[in-house]
């Protein structure tokens, strides 16, 4: 594929994005080519369109898929899998919330009940227990309030995106900046 300066330049964004959200430069370069590529591409087409090392498309691709970004097909006549990006963005994007919650936001939610069991049997000061407890419970606030709305339809989603701040308005107290 040959790459215009514009595709080059998001693929380019991509990575430098991708690297301040704790992904590797170079798959976050993958998922964006493979996400702006119109065709399903095979990892040396990858290779070719990046100038990256074999080895190192191989190790992203794999990175990708157990993400759940990236999803890899055959087609008749060809050995090679053929990888394309998830390519409804509501989807993308609902992909990549799942897998940070389950690589940063749950782990941390497991540690802070831990932590907080180790609290009540050593001697953490009270105001300290009641800190580490206030924040266990806020962080508990938001993952339950993400696992109850991701359990909504697609429509109900949009809806509320859409709204955005006027949702206040229909909240006690709630107020709307129009």
Same mark, same amino acid.
């Given at each position: ?60 691709? %794999? *990175? ?6 990236? /999803?890899?097909?055959? =087609?008749?006549? $060809? ?37 907080? %069991? *180790? ?6 000061? /009270?105001?300290?227990? =009641?800190?580490? $407890? ?45």
């Amino acid at each position: 594929m040959k790459l215009t300066p514009a595709m080059q330049n998001f693929i380019l964004h991509w990575g430098e994005m991708g690297s301040k959200w704790g992904v590797n430069r170079s798959v976050a370069q993958i998922h964006a080519l493979l996400h702006i590529s119109p065709e399903a591409m095979t990892a040396d087409e990858i290779c070719e369109a990046l100038n990256l090392a074999r080895s190192n498309v191989s190790t992203g691709l %794999k *990175e990708l898929q157990a993400q759940g970004l990236v /999803k890899s097909s055959r =087609q008749l006549g $060809d050995r090679r899998d053929h990888f394309t990006s998830i390519r409804d963005m509501f989807d993308l994007v609902d992909a990549v919330i799942k897998a940070r919650r389950e690589r940063e936001f749950a782990p941390t939610l497991r540690a802070l009940d831990e932590v907080m %069991k *180790e609290a009540e049997q050593d001697q953490t000061p /009270k105001v300290v227990k =009641q800190r580490m $407890d206030e924040t266990l419970r806020v962080m508990r606030l938001f993952d339950d309030w993400y696992m109850d709305f991701s359990r909504l339809p697609r429509s109900v989603h949009l809806a509320v995106l859409k709204l955005g701040a006027k949702v206040a308005r229909f909240l006690p107290g709630g107020k709307s900046k129009d």
